[in-house]
Nanobody, 121 residues
């Protein structure tokens, strides 16, 4: 069984920073792409940032220059550093990873449970 566990959300003032972490655990053979997505109330889930095994990162235009995604291949973790936060960044942030399980036959997308980020004064 594989699971993704997130941590690090919370309440922060505009202009502040947060660090979100996500760890994949369980019967893992390999982890492919990892990423962060977010969903604000009344809106569809959107891609925030993704990163390949080789470290190639892509960002949504709305967060470029403010957010940074990094991963640790050996620890199966991915971190999203959020800075210069704006009220419009308020959302539930979800970790995502494509994982090949031990004894598995295909890559499967897994999601974390989500962590709330609220930007407000």
């Amino acid at each position: 069984q594989v699971q993704l566990v997130e941590s690090g959300g919370g309440l922060v003032q505009p202009g502040g920073s947060l660090r979100l972490s996500c760890a994949a655990s369980g019967s893992i053979f390999s982890v492919g792409y990892m990423g962060w997505y977010r969903q604000a109330p009344g809106k569809q889930r959107e891609t925030v940032a993704t990163i390949s095994r080789s470290g190639n990162a892509n960002y949504a235009d709305s967060v470029k220059g403010r957010f940074t995604i990094q991963r640790d291949i050996g620890k199966n973790t991915v971190v999203l550093q959020l800075s210069s936060l704006k009220p419009e960044d308020t959302a539930v942030y979800y970790c995502n990873a494509e994982i090949f399980s031990l004894g598995g036959h295909e890559w499967i997308d897994y999601w974390g449970q989500g962590t709330q980020v609220t930007v407000s004064s």
